[in-house]
Nanobody
Framework: QEQLVESGGGLVQAGGSLRLSCVASGRTFNSLAMGWFRQAPGKEREFVAAAWRGSGVTDYADSVKGRFTISRDNGDNAKNMVYLHVNSLKPEDTGVYFC????????????????WGQGTQVTVSS
């Protein structure tokens, strides 16, 4: 059983940056693919980024490609962390950002992620 806790959200002006963090408490972190999703008010939850398990391969939604970077600790001294560096923020990036984990090798589909954090709010002002 994995428990995920996000942090790092906040209010930022357009063009600004944040680093979102997610800590996983289970013992199987290295066997999980990790993803970030977001949900704006009145909209469905959408895929943002994913880091494949083990291989270091990453994937991004077109809307954030080149601005967001996902990374994870997989080394010997891993702290079971996954990060989302968000740069050049736009007002349309506003929403609750969720960290999620799946035992699939990789996925963009929220339904394939079994474990979810509570989310961290990101608000971008124009």
């Amino acid at each position: 059983q994995e428990q995920l806790v996000e942090s790092g959200g906040g209010l930022v002006q357009a063009g600004g940056s944040l680093r979102l963090s997610c800590v996983a408490s289970g013992r199987t972190f290295n066997s999980l693919a990790m993803g970030w999703f977001r949900q704006a008010p009145g909209k469905e939850r959408e895929f943002v980024a994913a880091a494949w398990r083990g291989s270091g391969v990453t994937d991004y939604a077109d809307s954030v490609k080149g601005r967001f970077t996902i990374s994870r600790d997989n080394g010997d001294n891993a702290k079971n962390m996954v990060y989302l560096h968000v740069n050049s923020l736009k007002p349309e990036d506003t929403g609750v950002y969720f960290c999620a984990a799946t035992r699939s090798a990789w996925s963009r589909w929220a339904r394939e992620y079994a474990y979810w954090g509570q989310g961290t709010q990101v608000t971008v002002s124009s």
